[in-house]
């Protein structure tokens, strides 16, 4: 009964293929994708949180069928119902390995999904699915998946709109900093409770807000672990974590009593939103802004976060925050948001 379902399916998006002007995209592979010349329905499959915040970046959120899946089905996350809030009711299309679900694409039909697994796009294009791979190894990628999806919804104005943004930003907090050559604060942005820096764009943002990351040590795995020990010996002068539960759970941690950063009270925890900022998310001109701020009070004084962050999500993302949730945002984001993913 399944197969005859997918053959049925399968048969029917050929024939609405047929029927529906087409026209050819190059994914972040260099892989050709054949797309509908109008585009009203796309999936996410993989990364849910990150990808759903390329598709804001082009003020395309109610293009969005699929819901988060489980594991983003946390107060972590609860703002991608704020950005996309048809998501909050729809169903997750990817499987708890985070492979698509490819029953529920069938039926779902969407014009292109995204995915940040080559290998699974390719195999669902094979399927007659039209999978775009974005790549996002670099901080400029995120200029680049975000100018591929302004093609495929036909949004190049929003997708320039947002390069515009992010190399003013950048732009902006690197003339402060070469003025004025400061000393720059040793940082470190961890998980404590497996004593990893998993994420690879923290060293550029770190480094862009006027940091010294001392866990960039040219690196360019994903994930670097280390030991108490030598956390102890890096003795940071700031210590940025993900979430409130981590915060607190190295102020309670007795081994990190005498740190630097615990003793002068520098422990932030980085905002979140449509992700966490100081993970991979197309917010990340905010947190250069944000982790400059922290680092430099005296130099970025002038610089209003609140005032930054409600013109980001209403020029970009499309949508209007009120004070409470831009003060929410960025005091870390939703409580009960679990530890660095």
């Known amino acids: 009964m399944l197969k005859q379902l997918v053959v049925l399916i399968i048969v029917l998006l050929c024939a609405q293929a047929q029927a529906a002007p087409m026209r050819t995209l190059q994914d972040m592979a260099g892989d050709r994708v054949e797309v509908p010349v109008t585009v009203r329905r796309v999936a996410t499959i993989g990364a849910v949180p990150v990808l759903n915040s390329l598709v804001f970046a082009v003020g395309m959120n109610n293009t969005l069928i699929n819901g988060l899946p489980d594991f983003a089905r946390k107060p972590r996350w609860s703002y991608q119902a704020v950005f996309a809030p048809q998501t909050a009711s729809l169903p997750s299309m990817q499987n708890s390995d985070r492979t698509a679900n490819v029953e529920a694409l069938l039926q779902a039909a969407p014009d292109a999904v995204l995915t940040m697994d080559r290998a699974g796009a390719e195999s669902l294009r094979r399927m007659g699915i039209p999978a775009i791979y974005i790549a996002w190894r670099q901080p400029q990628d995120v200029k680049a998946a975000v100018q591929l999806l302004g093609s495929l919804f036909d949004q190049p104005q929003a997708a320039q709109r947002y390069a515009s943004y992010f190399d003013a930003t950048l732009a902006r907090v690197s003339r402060t ?73 190295i102020r309670r941690e007795p081994r990190f009593a005498g740190m630097r950063a615990v003793r002068a009270g520098r422990i932030l925890v980085a905002p979140c939103a449509a992700h966490t900022w100081g993970n991979r998310t197309a917010e990340q001109p905010l947190t250069v802004l944000w982790a400059a701020k922290h680092f430099h009070p005296a130099l970025f004084a002038d610089l209003n976060l609140e005032t930054e ?33």
């Open 177 to 249: 900093l070469q003025r004025a050559n400061p000393a720059r604060p040793r940082v470190l942005y961890f998980s404590p409770a497996t004593l990893t820096q998993p994420h690879l764009v923290a060293e550029w943002w770190i480094r862009a807000a006027g940091g010294s990351s001392v866990t960039d040590d040219g690196r360019t795995i994903e994930s670097r672990s280390f030991t108490l020990e030598q956390m102890l010996a890096w003795d940071p002068d700031i210590l940025i974590v993900s979430g409130h539960e981590d915060a607190e759970a």
């Open 309 to 341: 962050t409600r013109r980001f999500y209403r020029e970009i993302f499309g949508v209007t925050l009120s004070a409470a949730q831009i003060n929410e945002i960025l005091a870390g984001g939703p409580r009960g948001a679990p530890a660095l993913q």
